[in-house]
């Protein structure tokens, strides 16, 4: 038993003095395939080994009992009161609330959570919450749900209380992780195949930068309908232009004086990234890393120069990265203007080179940068302890 799941079954007992049935749900990070959900392209995701145990009964009573046990705060409610709250607690309320919507029996439970998944790193937390306690419900109350099913419950529970308008990316990759894979999803059909993620003598490293700028969310906007510009000029030039996914970078490129200088960037990394997603399957595939590498670098060049979602602080790490041959790839992860960068280098030299990375990180802007070492794991799952497990 590792010393978070130690910690989080402990509190539990001393709390409510009796032992709980015990789930992981994990984080995810994206290899590659950025800002293309939204546009019929296909992502790349894998859970890692960094996550959150949840500890979890029913309580025969019609009353929620839940521990955030990092924070050290706590949620009580009755079943019949589910209304938003504030903070994390809308997390656990959303998820109530949409299985309520969907006629689910809620009875009540006592619950602690906590790991070592930390909040704004852009490992996808929320969704760690949300689905993982899907998933814990789905097999305390036999609801019978499918892990798709649970998927798009726990997307459409990040869409009510916390009220952000997420794909379903976050949350597939929660439920459909699978050790050494990641999972090429196609945004639009949902349609998956797990992709041999195996690094051999290689490690991933996330950097938080922990820089987040305010003009994120109207910028994101912004992007959206920049792309959505640009294919109804495109489609309106030929009728097979109707999706991203039919258009290959040398189509945008030929069309580039029908296209206003803004939008037609914006095309051609859209395309461009599509074109690389499955490039990357191919060298995951040719267990080629080296390749791979290369092409999360060209991402980031993209995602700097021609959507414009970096800033001056994720250009420098990923900048660095390139002063070591032992690291073979880098990016930007996740939706931009901060975040965390994504590098792929080789075992025995990633903790010096990290060390490195982050003084002079520290150095350049005078804040301190996080690293976590990960590795692609399983989904979540249960954990086996000597609860019983009842129907409700």
């Not at 019929?40 to 894998?46: M, S, T």
Request: proline letters at 3%; aromatic letters at 10%.
């Amino acid at each position: 038993m590792d010393k978070d799941q130690e910690r989080i079954v402990s509190i539990f007992k001393n709390t409510f003095k009796h032992t709980p049935a015990l789930f992981f749900s994990p984080g995810r990070m994206n290899l590659i395939g950025e800002h293309i959900d939204y546009n019929d392209g296909f992502v790349l995701p894998a859970a890692i080994d960094k996550g959150i145990w949840i500890a979890i009964s029913k309580n025969n009573t019609h009353t929620i009992r839940c521990i955030a046990a990092d924070i050290q705060e706590e949620l009580f409610v009755t079943t019949d009161a589910i209304q938003k709250q504030d903070g994390w607690k809308n997390y656990i309320l959303g998820v109530l609330h949409v299985l309520q919507q969907e006629n689910f029996s809620v009875e009540g439970f006592d619950c602690v959570f906590g790991g070592n998944l930390p909040p704004g790193a852009g490992l996808s937390s929320s969704a760690a919450i949300e689905a993982g306690l899907l998933f814990a419900l789905n097999e305390l109350c036999n609801y019978r749900l499918s892990t798709l099913q649970l998927a798009l419950l726990a997307q459409k529970a990040e869409h009510s209380y916390p009220g952000v308008q997420c794909g379903i990316m976050d949350m597939f990759a929660n439920l459909f992780g699978k050790e050494a894979n990641a999972i090429l999803l196609d945004c639009v059909s949902l349609q998956y195949k797990w992709v041999p993620f195996v690094l051999k003598e290689h490690t991933i490293v996330l950097i938080n930068s922990n820089i987040h700028h305010s003009l994120a969310s109207g910028e994101y906007n912004k992007r959206r309908e920049e792309c959505k510009a640009g294919l109804s000029i495109l489609s309106s030039l030929h009728k097979d232009y109707h999706s991203f996914r039919n258009i290959l970078p040398e189509i945008v490129e030929a069309n580039k004086s029908v296209l206003p200088e803004v939008i037609f960037k914006r095309c051609l990394f859209v395309t461009q990234e599509i074109q690389r997603v499955r490039q990357a399957v191919e060298k995951l595939e040719q267990q080629n890393l080296k390749a791979f590498g290369q092409l999360l670098y060209q991402t980031h060049e993209g995602l700097s120069h021609l959507y414009e979602v970096s800033c001056a602080e994720t250009d420098f790490l990923v900048a660095a990265t390139r002063n070591y041959p032992e690291v073979i790839g880098a990016r930007l992860m996740g939706g931009g203007f901060g975040g965390s960068v994504l590098c792929m280098m080789q075992d025995g030299a990633a903790e010096a080179i990290t060390r490195a990375i982050l003084a002079a990180y520290q150095q350049q802007f005078n804040i301190k940068a996080e690293a976590y070492f990960v590795k692609p794991a399983p989904g979540t799952h249960q954990q086996v302890t000597d609860a019983a497990m009842q129907s409700c």
